[in-house]
C-alpha cells in the first residue's frame, strides 16, 4: 500500500530560524506508527501537528499541540493500525513556533534598569508607545541613549538568540531586519529582547547564562531606529505563534512599578 509523508514547515516567526531546527519523523513498527520529533533549538518551542489518516487509531487527539523543550527528542504518539489488510494511509504537516504557550509570566519581579547605576536616561515610549510600538508587541519600552551604552541584564536568564554583525539602521520600518539584538529567555520561560545594539556591541554567547545586573552589550542605532537608543520587551508565546508582550516592573529610586513615558530614570 502506497503511503504519503507530507511535511510542510511553515515558520511564524520573523526571526531567523534554521529550517532543520525541529524535525517530525516517524518510526513503522508490526503494529503501527510512532511519531517522534527533536528540537534543536536553545529554546522551547510549541509544535502544532496534523495528520490525515485511514485505518489507523490515534493515541491522542488531533491536531496535536505540543511543547518541544530545547535540545530534546521525544515522541509524540502513536497510530495503531486498525485494518492492516484493508493498508493504511497517512499524511501529516506541522508548524511550530518559538516559546512555550502554557509559561506564566511573575508579575511579582522587579526587573533591573538595563543600563549603568547612576546614569539617567529618559524612556521616549512607554507601555503603548504610539510611534512604534503599536500592534505586535505595546509593552515594549524605548529609553534613549549615547550609542556605546553599557547594557546590563535586566533579569537573570539564558542567552537564546542574539545578532551583532549589523551595520545599518534609519527611522523606517524597511531597517527593521538589521536590528542587532540579544533575547535572554528567563526561568518562567518568557523572553527579553534588547534591540538597536550597536555593530559588535553584543558581548554575550548563544546558550550563555547571564545574570541580573550582567553587562551584555552596548547601546546602538542598528535597525528601525530614529537614533541611538534601547528597545527592550518582555514577552512570551501566543497562540497560534508569535509573541505576546508583558507590561513588567522596575526597580527605581521611587520603588517598584511600571515606567512611564516622558520621565528620566536613574540607573539603581
Ligand atoms: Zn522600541
Known amino acids: 500500500m502506497k503511503t504519503i509523508l507530507f511535511l510542510l514547515i511553515l515558520l511564524t516567526s520573523g526571526l531567523t530560524q534554521d529550517n532543520s531546527s525541529v524535525n517530525v519523523y ?26 490525515e489518516y485511514e485505518n489507523l487509531k490515534p493515541s491522542k487527539g488531533l ?20 485494518n492492516l489488510s484493508a493498508g493504511w494511509d497517512y499524511s501529516s504537516r506541522y508548524r511550530y513556533y518559538m516559546g512555550d504557550i502554557n509559561v506564566r509570566h511573575n508579575d511579582s519581579f522587579a526587573y533591573r534598569l538595563p ?3 547612576g546614569e539617567e536616561y529618559l524612556l521616549t515610549q512607554g507601555f503603548n508607545g504610539a510611534f512604534s510600538h503599536q500592534g505586535e508587541l505595546p509593552h515594549a519600552l524605548d529609553f534613549a541613549m549615547p550609542e556605546g551604552t553599557p547594557i546590563y541584564a535586566a533579569r537573570h536568564g539564558k542567552v537564546v538568540m542574539m545578532e551583532g554583525g549589523n551595520t545599518k539602521g ?13 533575547t535572554i529567555m528567563h526561568d518562567d520561560g518568557t523572553f527579553a ?8 556591541g ?3 554567547q548563544p546558550g550563555q547564562r547571564v545574570r541580573m545586573g550582567q553587562l551584555i552589550g552596548y547601546s546602538g542605532a542598528t535597525g528601525f531606529a530614529t537614533g541611538p537608543h534601547l528597545h527592550f520587551v518582555v514577552k512570551k508565546a501566543k497562540h ?11 526597580a527605581t529610586r ?12 536613574i540607573g539603581y
Open 26 to 51: 516517524r518510526i513503522e513498527t508490526e503494529t503501527g506508527i510512532e511519531i517522534y520529533a527533536n528540537n534543536s533549538n536553545l529554546y522551547p518551542v510549541t509544535l502544532e501537528y496534523m495528520v
Open 170 to 182: 534609519g527611522p523606517t520600518a524597511e531597517f527593521m531586519e538589521y536590528a542587532n539584538f540579544i
Open 254 to 265: 521611587k520603588g517598584i512599578g511600571e515606567l512611564q513615558a516622558g520621565e528620566s530614570y
Open 115 to 117: 543600563f549603568p547605576i
Open 202 to 204: 553584543v558581548n554575550v
Open 63 to 82: 491536531p496535536l499541540v505540543q511543547v518541544l523543550q530545547p535540545n530534546t527528542e521525544q515522541k509524540l504518539m502513536d497510530f495503531e493500525y486498525s
Open 240 to 250: 497560534g505563534g508569535g509573541f505576546i508582550s508583558i507590561p513588567v516592573q522596575f
Open 193 to 200: 529582547d534588547y534591540s538597536h545594539l550597536k555593530h559588535r
